[in-house]
Nanobody, 127 residues
Framework: QVQLVESGGGLVQAGGSLRLSCEAS????????LAWFRQAPGKERKEREF???????????NYADSVKGRFTISRENAKNTVFLQMASLKPEDTAVYYC?????????????????WGKGTQVTVSS
């Protein structure tokens, strides 16, 4: 059974940091790209925004322009876990953050490209 389970969300003040984790099970995840998306309040599922992605080996990462230099994605394949370290958080980072996975070697930005999703974790940044 495929499962992606996010954790680490919460309420933080602007300028603060959070570390999100996503534990994956049910597949050989080293063959999958893992990514983080976010869905802001009032937005629909199809409007989920790509945040960051990492290839199966961890050798390549991509980031949305809005988070470059502030967020870092990493993974530990031995633990089937992907992380999102978020720093210098802004109120506009407030959203539900989702972990997603797709088989293959390319990092795509569209949510429809991803096969598996977690249920999300809420991140709220207060001003």
């Amino acid at each position: 059974q495929v499962q992606l389970v996010e954790s680490g969300g919460g309420l933080v003040q602007a300028g603060g940091s959070l570390r999100l984790s996503c534990e994956a099970s049910g597949r050989t995840w080293s063959n999958y790209v893992l990514a983080w998306f976010r869905q802001a309040p009032g937005k629909e599922r199809k409007e989920r925004e790509f945040v960051a992605g990492i290839t199966g080996s961890g050798g390549r990462t991509n980031y949305a322009d809005s988070v470059k230099g502030r967020f870092t994605i990493s993974r530990e394949n031995a633990k089937n876990t992907v992380f999102l370290q978020m720093a210098s958080l802004k109120p506009e980072d407030t959203a539900v953050y989702y972990c997603a996975a797709r088989s293959g070697y390319n990092i795509y930005y569209g949510p429809n490209e991803y096969e598996y999703w977690g249920k999300g974790t809420q991140v709220t940044v207060s001003s």
